[in-house]
């Protein structure tokens, strides 16, 4: 969208252990800073020229820009931050306005100066999951910016101390916000990764003010809903803010007899305010056949859309469940599937401890040990808290395509690609039976790209791909693949451009070789062999499962 034609205002703030606001009037040769000392008694000290048009005052927004480094250049890095503050601060300007609003912060540092500012209590302090915020002040906070239509997108530079993901995440997620973190944040190799998925945050196009709200004929009812939603009432859902990316679950139980010849109805109208300020609702209306046949619901089952509503349950459960009551409840949902299908929809011909899958549930097993043995639900010794959660709170907003990706990886045989193909080539299976020593190969989760080299890997391949002559040449590490005049390389290259097109962030690549300790990064994303954490490799899994359906038979 071009400068000209905006219709929205555009405010900057910085902060540490107070907060400064900058006047960007167009009247003023150059931009002034306002500092509020005082954060307990927060007021925004002015209306003009802290929000101002793009247009108008650029020549003051791009030299604020540039003097923002250099402002604080000179001070001690600050340990504690008022993170909380900040937003309180954004959500103030958005009040002031009288319109919905959207605040992108960056923070770097752990979320302990809120605690001191709220009224945090130790000494009748109980514990919480760690997936839930540990004072009520965040979600207090949250429940504002929802309540005035403030949408707030997170960039989170965590140091060696971590940030609390868990309170930080929860405002963007129970505002409809973006979330982005950057482990080890380096300008010189990350500023690609943080340059595009800013441009994408700013370019997405969002509805602000929104209310879901859900209706179904009267034989059904809204029982429960995952995902982005972190508070709703009934068959309603609000959000400071929606954009494309943003998915949730619904799950419904019918309190009545489904006719066939009736059918069911649901119908989804989503209200919110655009970016011009006009008020718009968007309607869904679904009519569903029903069956009295258990067969015909088994074959119009997709294992994909199944996982991501369990997934979103399972996560959304995390706060209020111990991990080990969500992992044995999934257990407990697919051998209760696979039972009723083996029960109901088997022919007479399946001997008795034969394994039986429904047709189009035949991966949903994998997808689920997946979803089991997650570092969220059952994490390694080098899982942190702070990971965690940030796997758990992205995975709320995830559509079945994501989801599926990050729990089973893509990991493509690069090295058997000919000059002349055009696409790409097959996926391989997440195990490490499937992999040649004498392979490259390229896989992703949706969130990381790795590429793998076998120790025997040709080196006229890693020549061409990388620029080194050999196999012990090869450096391993965060990379950005080298531009060469080779048809392997642009190739390569290609497929990576594709993918980071086709993902919602901008994904980091990493190279490791065979035998080297960082691939063990790689490692992880094999989902069908056994985890050093413990996690069940999916045959073990399967053989499980299919013994509990047996028993459960009989």
Request: charged residues 20%; hydrophobic residues 40%; proline residues 4%.
């Amino acid at each position: 969208m071009g400068a000209e034609n905006c219709h929205f205002k555009v405010g900057f703030m910085t902060y540490n252990t107070t907060v400064h606001f900058y006047n960007l009037s167009s009247s003023l040769s150059q931009p002034h800073m306002l500092v509020l000392t005082d954060v307990s008694e927060l007021q925004v000290p002015l209306l003009d020229g802290l929000l101002v048009s793009i247009h108008d005052s650029r020549s003051n927004i791009e030299s604020l820009l540039v003097q923002i480094p250099s402002l604080f250049a000179e001070q001690e890095k600050e340990e504690e931050t008022v993170f909380g503050t900040a937003v309180k601060a954004g959500l103030e300007a958005v009040k002031i306005c009288g319109c919905p609003g959207r605040l992108f912060l960056f923070h770097t540092s752990v979320l302990t100066a809120d605690r001191k500012l709220s009224s945090w209590n130790i000494g009748a302090y109980k514990y919480k999951s760690p997936f839930q915020p540990q004072v009520a002040f965040y979600q207090d906070l949250a429940q504002d910016c929802v309540s005035h239509g403030c949408c707030v997108d997170l960039f989170l530079f965590p140091n060696s101390k971590g940030i609390d993901i868990t309170s930080a995440g929860f405002i963007s997620l129970a505002t409809g916000g973006r979330f982005y973190k950057y482990n080890n944040f380096q300008a010189n190799l990350n500023a690609a990764q943080f340059a595009t998925d800013l441009n994408r945050a700013l370019q997405t196009e969002m509805g602000f003010s929104v209310e879901v709200t859900l209706l179904t004929s009267k034989e059904l009812k809204v029982k429960a809903m995952y995902g982005v939603v972190v508070e709703s009432k009934s068959n309603k859902v609000k959000l400071a803010g929606m954009d494309s990316n943003k998915t949730f679950a619904v799950e419904l139980e019918h309190s009545g007899i489904l006719k066939e010849e009736h059918g069911a109805f649901i119908q989804c109208a989503l209200s919110y305010t655009n970016f011009s300020g006009q008020k718009r609702i968007r309607v869904h209306n679904i009519s569903l056949n029903c069956s009295s046949q258990l067969v015909d619901t088994f074959r119009q089952s997709q294992a994909e859309t199944l996982i991501t509503f369990l997934s979103k349950a399972a996560f959304s459960a995390l706060p209020d469940s111990p991990t080990k009551s969500i992992r044995d409840g999934l257990v407990d949902q697919v051998t209760h599937i696979l039972a009723c299908y083996r029960k109901n929809c088997a022919t007479s011909l399946v001997s008795e401890g034969q394994l039986v899958l429904p047709q189009f549930l035949k991966v949903f097993p994998v997808y689920a040990n997946c979803l089991r043995k997650s570092d969220v639900l059952l994490p390694g010794d080098d899982a942190s808290i702070d990971e965690r959660a940030y796997i758990q709170q992205i995975l709320l907003s995830m559509d079945p395509a994501e989801t599926a990706v990050f729990l089973y990886p893509c990991i493509l045989p690069l090295h058997i690609m000919t000059d002349n193909a055009e696409c790409f080539p097959n996926a391989v299976r997440c195990s490490s039976v499937m992999l040649s020593t004498n392979g490259i190969y390229l896989a992703e989760n949706g969130l990381i790209l790795v590429l793998w080299i076998g120790a025997n890997a040709p080196h006229e391949l890693i020549q061409s791909l990388l620029d080194v002559p050999a196999f012990s040449a090869i450096w391993c590490g965060e990379y950005s693949l080298p531009v060469l005049n080779t048809p392997f390389s642009q190739k390569v290259r290609k497929i990576v451009e594709k993918i980071q097109n086709q993902r919602t962030r901008f994904l980091k690549l990493f190279v490791v070789k065979q035998g080297d300790t960082k691939e063990k990064l790689f490692q992880s994303l094999l989902v069908e062999d056994k985890t050093p954490n413990g996690g069940a490799s999916y045959l073990d899994f399967l053989y499980h499962v299919h013994i509990s359906v047996l028993r459960l038979q009989k």
